[in-house]
């Protein structure tokens, strides 16, 4: 099934959530020498238009980026990461949103690489007409998961791996799980981040448990819920799964969500929770 198109739901909370945890990653491996690598599994269109037909039918974004207050202190995470999506939209115009790759473009340095994969045709093409200019960008028209599963000879020792399918087929949580035991064993130093929808069914619970169990003390969770009178479609909140996180990381993560999601929902709004270590 490939009916999918993120462009539908793109910059809405979860988004903020996925990327302001990628954004943070990609500032530690920016800081340190070396090299590295970025693979996302499912790329969708690279950037997107937030005034587009298709996201304004849902228009999703204005509980999301679009309801985020200007922060007050100019150099915290939720204030870096506002500013990057400024930036952005000077380049690209004022409705423009950047998804992960065009984030993670931000932080490639000379010898950093992409690599891009995306299955719906029609996303992959407008992923090759936003980034095709950037020569350090692979980009391939592939299953996302079986590529990442298949990184036994990565193109650098350092890397972020994001994993975010759209779990349009309840079969992709088993099939996300899978992948992770097979990269973590081909790839074990590299750094992970699973991201899913939490939806009324709690559907994910079996996925997220496996993960926290195979990832044991090098794993957490982060979980962003919404407010009950923005939750739409089903989805109430949005999870990652982070494996291998820099030193501290967990607690640099929860001081830059509460303050987001403040700037996002209202001071007092919504909920963000940090689950370390194996589950109950």
Known sequence: ??????????????????HLTLML???????????????????GRGYYDLASPEAQKTREHETGITAVDEPEKPKTAAARYVKLVEDFRDKHGETAYPGSPAIAQQFM??????????????????LLDNLSHYKTIEMRKSDGLEFVARLTKPHHLRGIVLIDPS?????????????????????SSAIYAVWYPI???DRHKQMVRSLLTLG??????????????????????????????????AETLRSAMIEMKDLMFSPGAGDHTIVEGQPL
Do not use: C
């Open 199 to 201: 939806l009324t069914d």
């Open 25 to 43: 990653l990609l500032e530690h491996m920016h800081s340190k020498p070396g090299s590295f690598s970025f693979y996302d599994s499912h790329a």
């Open 109 to 126: 340095r000379h010898g950093d690489r992409m690599f891009l994969t995306e299955l719906h045709p029609g996303e992959f093409q407008h």
């Open 1 to 18: 099934m490939l009916s999918y198109q993120h462009v539908y739901h793109a910059g809405n909370f979860a988004d903020v959530h996925k």
């Open 216 to 249: 044991g003390s090098t794993a957490f969770e982060t979980r962003l819920m919404a407010p009950e009178d923005i939750v739409g479609h089903g989805m109430k909140g949005s999870g990652l799964i982070v494996f291998n996180a820099p030193e501290g990381f």
């Open 167 to 187: 779990y349009e087929l309840k079969t992709e949580y088993r099939d996300v799980a899978r992948t992770m035991m097979r990269a973590l064993n081909n790839w």
